[in-house]
């Protein structure tokens, strides 16, 4: 009985072929031997999100200045052109995120990642010395633009880790994105017109004088420069099997029964390429990314709203803070989403699947956003404690829909898909970001003109419209739009054939070695 054992474990090393000059083979060795997390993978990708995610909001708080600076408006059409140049880099990746995408399935994800890394060194640098407002909006449109590693970092997160680790790995992805997005307006603002606020240490005519907006992309630019020397030493994960090693079991006559999982094996570039064509006809993947960008025009119009609902006053229905308060709650958030992102979100995700966890935070966002217009009757101590939970459990919910989706969309594609799959979603993600500022700015103004309204005066009509937006992603997570296989990592369900037609080989040869 121990012989017959000891002949059938080669037959079962068999069954997978690991190609020797392949990186994708690398990686998934080394998930077959390493159990546990791979820490330093995860580390670097996380990093590499948050410096994609610190150019796009740290303009925010200084944007206003260094349009009035560039003396090309009057005070009253300064906000048109910041928003122009807020817009511009959505505008950007909205027109090239699916060729970065493209690119990363045939070329692989790491170089993809260290191009758009290198653009945040280049053009958001140049962006702090602009003297001008077309100079500002070209850099901002070209760091859009080259900037698409956003897709393919999310691939790389799935496909670095084990199927049991992929909930963490993209909710890394998640958090340090919303890491970024919140912690970035409070660094530009601390780090503009420097001059202005520690005279003592930057003179008027010093570089940071004449440039009063340049050291917040200085030092964005100086961890960007050490988050690109750090991803060389990141190992890549896209399959590239050379085309002469599959001749191998032709010409070899002692490998007798593996000639028939290499003549398999030489089926996959076929189908891969049979797969590709047919992205947009993968109604799983299509489902997935809709419901991420409906969300995302939620999310962005949310986050307007959110602050100009906080800084209007009392009398309007707002909270009546100041930007510095809005900075501390957001920066609680911040920290209380690390938290549940890093430890509770991934065995809730292996537990309950991505859909269901998706649909429960969509579901109980709804009442949460309709106490907010209740909020502002509080004051002192407890409209602090309501504003900070609320907003720590809103922002918690949003991470959890968009990881969620980012995981049905990985699960609805092969790995050869990922790049291009994901890179569309930024494209629809990045067009429906553009049109969330624009809706919830006018949606807000409009609110403020009917305060006496008999039905949902003033905010809570803000707030209800939101809600609509949120009950149109829960209706969407539901069967036929969202098939229930996008719960299943896409290799389990596609590779059945393959196991199917070695089987009857396998115990063939069984018999033959007992």
């Known amino acids: 009985m121990a012989s017959r054992s000891d002949q059938c474990e080669p037959l079962l090393r068999n069954s997978v072929t690991y190609h020797e000059n392949c990186p994708g083979c690398k990686v998934e060795q080394l998930k077959e031997t390493r159990k546990g997390y791979p820490l330093k993978e995860l580390t670097l990708v996380g990093l590499l999100v948050l410096c994609n995610s610190l150019p796009i909001s740290s303009l925010f708080p200084f944007l206003y200045f260094m349009v009035r600076d560039f003396n090309i408006a009057k005070t009253e059409d300064i906000g048109y052109y910041a928003g122009y140049i807020g817009s511009s880099f959505m505008f950007g ?28 060194v280049v053009f958001n640098t140049l962006f702090g010395l602009s003297v001008n407002f077309w100079m500002a909006f070209s850099m901002r449109f070209l760091l859009g633009s080259f900037n698409g590693m956003l897709g393919p970092v999310k691939a790389y997160a799935s496909e670095v880790c084990r199927e049991e680790h992929q909930a963490l790995g ?7 994105w919303g890491i970024g997005l919140i912690i970035g307006p409070a660094f530009g603002g601390f780090f503009a017109q420097p001059a202005d606020k520690f005279p003592d240490i930057f003179s008027k005519t010093s570089l940071f004088g004449r440039f009063p907006y340049f050291l917040p992309c200085l030092a964005i630019t100086i961890f960007s420069i050490i988050i690109f020397v750090a991803t060389f030493w990141l190992p890549e994960t896209l399959h590239k099997h050379p085309l002469e090693g599959e001749k191998k079991g032709d010409d070899d006559p002692e490998l007798g029964s593996e000639d028939k999982s290499f003549q398999e094996n030489k089926q996959v570039p076929q189908k891969q390429k049979n797969n590709r064509k047919s992205l947009l006809k993968n109604w799983p993947a299509i489902s997935s990314i809709s419901i991420y960008c409906v969300y995302s025009l939620h999310d962005m119009a949310y986050s307007e709203i959110f602050s100009l609902w906080a800084v209007s006053l009392k009398q309007y229905g707002g909270l009546g803070f100041s930007t510095s308060d809005v900075g501390e709650v957001l920066s609680i958030t911040g920290f209380g989403l690390l938290i549940f992102q890093l430890l509770i979100f991934p065995p809730l995700a292996n537990k309950a699947g991505a859909i269901l966890i998706t649909r429960i935070a969509a579901v109980l966002t709804i009442p949460l956003l309709a106490i907010y217009p209740f909020i502002g009757m509080l004051s002192d101590v407890l409209l602090w404690l309501a504003i900070i939970c609320a907003s720590l459990l809103k922002n918690i919910l949003a991470v959890t829909i968009c990881t969620g989706t980012f995981i049905l969309l990985n699960n609805s594609v092969p790995q050869d898909q990922r790049g291009a799959a994901n890179g569309l979603s930024m494209t629809g993600m990045s067009f429906f970001k553009t049109l969330g500022p624009t809706g919830g700015g006018s949606l807000f103004a409009w609110a403020q003109k009917r305060r006496d309204a008999s039905f949902l005066p003033g905010d809570q009509m803000v707030f209800f419209i939101l809600n609509v937006v949120v009950v149109i992603v829960v209706l969407m997570t539901f069967e036929p739009f969202l098939p229930r296989s996008t719960d299943v990592a896409y290799s389990n369900e596609h590779d059945e054939s393959l196991v199917e037609r070695k089987e009857p080989a396998t115990k063939q040869e069984q018999e033959f070695s007992s």
């Open 93 to 120: 990746r909205f027109l090239t995120s699916v060729l970065w995408g493209i690119a990363a399935d045939k070329y692989g994800r790491k170089p993809i990642m260290l191009i758009g890394v290198f653009s945040i």
């Open 170 to 176: 993209l909710s890394i992805v998640g958090t340090m």
